[in-house]
């Protein structure tokens, strides 16, 4: 017989006692050993890990490979976003097998097993923040319509962020050291841009880099 066992048996025996006494002393000292038993049994008995089942779902989901969403049509008014992705016969679809998460700068809606497959609209950054806890989505006959919510109301160009505009006026460089001040605008145009600006400005930087070794 295991130790818990042993324990759990000396338990019994010390409660069944203690229900037959009436002296307060000998109750008090009998559950003094009552607390110690099952303090003991606490230690010893294996304890479960339980996860919540939202937590093992998203566990699930995050394991899954996904197809992204490209096509989509979307729509703007005030402070409103519309995005629409034509799903066929997507309003019979399972509602549990859709799920919709919402950030201040970010969307990510995804799709379990739609015809086989597992699809994903995902925008990593929004133009512009959100009011995130007043997005939602709808589920049509034939499409998902994502409702965003901006918290500024000023137009949108596209539904992506696209990096932030630097002034490039060259009436705005430095005169007595025009160079450096170049540098400098480069420099945050770089820091400011997208991969592509990125790439492009490495690139112009690399070449000039070389030039000024022939000379």
């Known amino acids: 017989m295991s130790e818990l066992e042993e324990l759990k048996l000396d338990l019994a025996e010390v409660q069944q006692v203690l229900s ?11 559950n003094n050993r009552v607390k110690f038993l099952e303090n003991s049994i606490k230690i010893l008995t294996p304890q479960k890990v339980e996860q919540p089942e939202q937590q093992q779902q998203q566990k699930d989901q995050d394991t899954l490979i996904y ?12 402070n409103k976003v519309k995005v629409f992705l034509n799903l066929e016969g997507i309003g ?11 950030a201040p ?5 995804k799709i379990k097993g739609y015809k086989g497959l597992n699809h994903r609209f995902s925008i990593k950054k929004t133009f512009d ?18 409702n965003l919510v901006k918290k500024d109301p000023q137009n949108w160009d596209q539904l992506n962020y696209k990096g932030k505009i630097i002034d490039t006026d060259p009436s705005k460089l430095d005169q007595s050291d025009p160079q450096a001040s170049l540098m400098t605008m480069m420099k945050e145009m770089y820091q400011n841009g997208d991969e592509n600006m990125k790439r492009t400005i490495a690139q112009a930087w690399s070449k000039s880099q070389e030039e000024q070794g022939m000379k």
């Open 92 to 102: 019979q679809f399972p509602k549990e097998n859709i799920t919709s998460f919402f």
């Open 67 to 78: 197809q992204g969403i490209t096509k989509y049509a979307w729509d703007q008014e005030g």
């Open 129 to 146: 923040e959100l009011k995130n806890k007043e997005c939602s989505i709808k589920v049509t006959n034939n499409s998902i319509v994502v």
């Open 105 to 109: 700068n970010s969307v990510d809606v």
């Open 20 to 30: 037959t006494l009436k002296r307060q002393t000998n109750i008090d000292h009998l």
